[in-house]
């Protein structure tokens, strides 16, 4: 499959199986999973069909593992990143002693002030690694990477989860947790 195919595909299941999927009749179960065989339906009633090779294809080789598979490959869902009322079923996990937050250098002000928000998501994403960050802060300008003291945060009753794919996820980061990396 050509990668603009694979682009195409990725960002309407982002949008769907994260933000509307209402727009194309699919309901959310919970953890966020609905049908494959239901999916692909949904999809080509609505003008994108889309082959289980494709599905697999995309699946298995977005950049950013956005989406996984049950064991059995009959359910798929978003990892995270959603902004649709849903429980993705993630259990509490221990994190590094630091992880990374990117964001565009506009933003940075207002972050040193009032900390991480999860605005319109369910959780604030973070790292384990500067380079992932400084990708993510790329898409918002020029990138500028935080680092979390997230042992402190969890020390004082911060819960972290960590999605399938190693993004880990928390509901806010105050300030006094931050510090520019770069």
């Known amino acids: 499959m050509n990668n603009s195919r694979l682009v195409k595909i ?29 999916l692909l339906a949904a999809c080509k009633k609505h003008q994108l069909p889309i082959s289980r090779d494709e599905l697999d294809e995309v699946v298995a080789n977005n950049d950013k593992q956005r989406f996984s598979f049950d064991s059995t490959g009959t359910l798929i869902r978003a990892n995270q990143g959603h902004s649709v009322e849903v429980d993705l079923q993630l259990e509490p996990a221990t994190p590094p002693s630091v992880l990374y937050h990117g964001t565009g250098h506009k933003a940075v002000e207002s972050i040193l002030q009032t900390g991480l928000c999860k605005m319109s998501r369910h959780h604030v994403h973070l790292s384990s690694d500067i380079a992932t960050a400084k990708i993510v802060g790329a898409r918002h300008g020029k990138p500028v990477v935080f680092t979390v003291d997230a042992a402190a ?12 794919n190693g993004v880990w996820l928390v509901d806010s980061v105050p300030p006094d947790y931050l510090a520019i990396a770069n």
Do not use: N
């Open 10 to 38: 990725s960002k309407y299941l982002s949008r769907h199986l994260r933000h509307q999927p209402d727009r194309i009749g699919i309901t959310l179960a919970p953890g966020g999973w609905v049908a494959v065989d239901e």
């Open 153 to 164: 945060m969890h020390e004082s009753g911060y819960t972290f989860y960590c999605s399938d």
